[in-house]
């Protein structure tokens, strides 16, 4: 799938879909749990898609539809080979490996895309320390073994995602366990998202420093109806173009108080310059004066392409900072980020760990490889708006991973696509 955005501005209202970290996370305990739950998700990307396809071979019954998915607990795990077709979604990986252990399953994980080279360790230390087995051939993972409770200890500087795998198997095991977060935990809004939904699913975790206890044997309750709230991680391409555009651009359908750690997009735009209205209809985002300034990616490595794209657009210099962690994604984050914006005409220096961008008043466009990757995809879309000829960007289905309807919705906009 090839798309054409026309260069120029955009301007109107858009509603993003459900957040799928917090979607991966309820369907997850739904699965765990004791009742029927249905999730209304406003879309459901491939990433999702993934997960619900993994829990139901490991025994649930994940009916997924348009806008809802039905999850039905696991009652009894199948006998034999699982097979979980986790795609290309990391978090689907990560979060359910510990989850398998726990079910005591014997599965494997059929891994696509770059997820067979992204890592694994040392969540796989410490699983296979407690109980379980895990084998890679090639692009499969194998698993087996009953995981154990105990002492688990996992630093917090290498993915949160190991974490929250850990938070949401440990409390079906029979004994008590610990887990220990050693270092500064990165990313941490999204084990908030974790904890909050063991807390809604009527698990409560007691948390001394770095330290979970979590007791066993633990019943997870999840309400029989919930709405996944807005996700700001895809609402950020949308609120990117709205600092790119005088008229500006509306998002609707976010909680200000959401614990997803994307929300800072907001405040990152505003230190740029761009001009931010709260409203009962939503968020709009309007071109302030704009300029350079120093972003962490430390804890919002997701919204790195899209920022990055406003600052392309910005006065000055832009420093992306403790960005390493990008290099391990769908694609090399630095790399397809700064190749794509200087397809595009931008100036782009691409550091060990992170990017230097100095802003223009406007770019050239043209032709800008997504490389398999969502987020470069959108990124490129927002992009266009700083451009004075289309950009044409091929392989744009990716963007399906998070934001199936995204081309869609930018159709909606003033200016939308060509």
Known sequence: MTVTVSPGARSGTVRPPASKSQAHRLLICAALGENAVE???????RDIAATAACLNALGANVAVDTDTIRAEPVRTVPAGLCRLPCGESGSTLRFLLPVAGALGAEAVFLREGRLPERPLAPLDRELTAHGMTLRAEGAALYCSGQLRSGAFTLPGDVSSQFISGLLMALPRLTGDSTLTVTGNLESAAYVTMTEDALMRSGVFLDRSGGTYA??????FALPEKL???GDWSGAAFFLCMGALSEPGITVEGLSMVSSQ??????DILRTMGAEITLSPRGIHVRRGELRGCVIDAAPVPDLIPALSAVAAGAEGETRIVNAARLRLKESDRLESTAAMLSALGAEVEELPDGLVIRGKPALRGGTADPRGDHRIAMAAAVAASLCRESVVIPGAGCAAKSYPRFWEDLDTLKGGRS
């Open 39 to 45: 999730l209304e998700c406003g879309g459901v990307s």
């Open 261 to 266: 750690g994307d929300r800072a997009v907001t």
């Open 214 to 219: 979590i007791p066993g044997g633990r019943t």
């Open 227 to 229: 709405r996944v709230e």
